[in-house]
Each structure stands twice: as structure tokens, then as C-alpha cells.
């Protein structure tokens, strides 16, 4: 695992961004891994601004979206479909058809699942992933518990998660946040070829120090990724404020 620490949050995503942009020169047809929440936003305005640049190229990317609340449309503004298209894919050259994110409407869920696993395969495996980190270690909808060899599937929400999710950024009140996803599992997640993790401001530092420096455990779902072979964290000081090693700082104070 590599830690990197930043000053601010936006250095972290531009360091992030400059990653993903190096990685997506290398292979034109690259498969993305991508995550919804705030924390992946100022990144994605990062790869928006290096399109219109017309720095890159996304026509031949493909992507994989971690996770979708069951029960919400494409088309429900609280979506996480709805929240890509309005925060990337509506600023990309990528066909939206290059896109895949799990329809939480799906008449079956399960079979969407697999449908979902089957397609990362057919697509040779996801490249390069994206994460953020739930305060409660949580990465996708992984809740603690989760098991580290987990697939696609409909999982529980927590009420830690319903919680962070309805504090008026996405929902307003906890009772419209749906109690299940689909959701990419920490297997699925383990067999991407490389990692990123960012993760921004105090509330998230328990959850940086138990991932980093904690045992690798199902009750910290991040924990798993020190067994990645390539992963790298992207923290600003307070997300990494509760580290007690020595970190090499990338920033520029
Ligand atoms: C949600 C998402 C996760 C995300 C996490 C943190 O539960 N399913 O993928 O990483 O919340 O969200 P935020 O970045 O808004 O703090």
C-alpha cells in the first residue's frame, strides 16, 4: 500500500487525476473503475477539464460503477446513474453505452449482479478501480461484515451508512434512503489490477488508520486492501490525521 498525503483535498485529487490521465494514455481501450459520493467529484471535474482540453480521449473507455441503491430508477435524481451521468459522463466523450452501472429497477436483481460480473470479465477486468471510504470502513456498499470473497450482489445498508447518506448532501431524510444496494464485492473489487482510494477530512481519519495500520479484518471491509498488490491511498491531513507511522507527505507546506 501507498500513502499519500496532501495538504488540501483538491491537491489529493489533482494527484489522483494525474494518475488516472497517465494510466489512461497507456491503453486507449482502458477499463475504469469508478465510485459515486463526494469524495470522487473534484477528481472527476479534474478528467472533465482534461477532456475539454482535449488533453484525453475517452471514446474507448469502458466503465464499471461500483454500487446502486435497489429500487431507484436510472432516471431518480438521487441515483447513482443519475449522479455519473450529471457529474461525468454528460461532460465525456464516452459512449454511454461504454457505461455500466447496475440498474437498481432491475426486475431481478441478482441475475443483474451476475449479468454486472459477467460483463467486467468480458471486458478482460477492471484496470484501474476508484474508491472513497465510508466512515465505518466501508468501501462500495461492503458493509463491516462483509466477506473478502464476495461477488456482485444485493447487500443491506447499515444504519451508519443511511445516516451519512441522508445528512442533506444526497438525501434529505433518512427514511428516503433505500435500506439495499447492488453492490460490487470486496472479491470483485480485490481482482482490479490497481487501486485508488481517496478519502477527505476527519470524519473519515478512524477509518484511514483502522484500514492502514489495523488488522485485516471483515469488520473493516478497507482492510482488505493491504493484501492489493497496487494500491494507493489519496488522503488530505485530516483524513490521515489519525496515522501514528511516518508518512512520506507529498505536500508542499
Ligand atoms: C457511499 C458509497 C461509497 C462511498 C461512500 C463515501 O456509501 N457507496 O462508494 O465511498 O459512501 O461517500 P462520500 O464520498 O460521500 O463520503
Redesign the pocket.
Known amino acids: 500500500m501507498e500513502i499519500r498525503v496532501f495538504s488540501d483535498f483538491k491537491s489529493a485529487s489533482e494527484a489522483a487525476a494525474e494518475l488516472v490521465s497517465q494510466r489512461l494514455q497507456s491503453k486507449p481501450n482502458f477499463v475504469l473503475g469508478l465510485?459515486?459520493?463526494?469524495?470522487?467529484l473534484l477528481l472527476y471535474r479534474n478528467l472533465i477539464e482534461r477532456c475539454r482540453r482535449g488533453k484525453r480521449d475517452f471514446s474507448q473507455l469502458t466503465t464499471f460503477n461500483?454500487?446502486e441503491y435497489l429500487g431507484l430508477a436510472p432516471i431518480h435524481p438521487q441515483s447513482?446513474r443519475f449522479f455519473m451521468n450529471r457529474n461525468l459522463f454528460d461532460h465525456l466523450d464516452v459512449p454511454r453505452e461504454q457505461t455500466h452501472i447496475l440498474d437498481g429497477s432491475a426486475s431481478d436483481p441478482q441475475a443483474a449482479c451476475a449479468d454486472f460480473e459477467k460483463a467486467i470479465v468480458e471486458s478482460s477486468g477492471i484496470d484501474l478501480q476508484v474508491?472513497?471510504?465510508?466512515?465505518n470502513g466501508?468501501?462500495?456498499?461492503n458493509e463491516p461484515g462483509s466477506a473478502f470473497d464476495s461477488r456482485t450482489r444485493v447487500v443491506d445498508?447499515s444504519d451508519d451508512?443511511i445516516r451519512?447518506?441522508s445528512d442533506g448532501?444526497?438525501f434529505k431524510d433518512h427514511r428516503e434512503v433505500p435500506h439495499q444496494?447492488l453492490?460490487m464485492g470486496l472479491g470483485t473489487i480485490m481482482e482490479t489490477r490497481e487501486i485508488i482510494l481517496?478519502?477527505?477530512g476527519k470524519?473519515?481519519a478512524d477509518a484511514v488508520q483502522r484500514a492502514v495500520e489495523g488488522p485485516v479484518t471483515e469488520n473493516v471491509p478497507a482492510s482488505i486492501l493491504q493484501r492489493h498488490p497496487q494500491c494507493t491511498f489519496f488522503l488530505d491531513e485530516e483524513a490521515a490525521s489519525k496515522l501514528t507511522k511516518q508518512m512520506l507527505s507529498d505536500s508542499s507546506h
Open positions: 465510485a459515486t459520493g463526494e469524495t470522487p461500483l454500487d447513482y474508491l472513497g471510504v465510508g466512515s466501508h468501501i462500495a456498499f445498508l451508512t451519512a447518506n448532501r444526497f444496494a453492490s481517496l478519502a477527505k470524519l473519515k
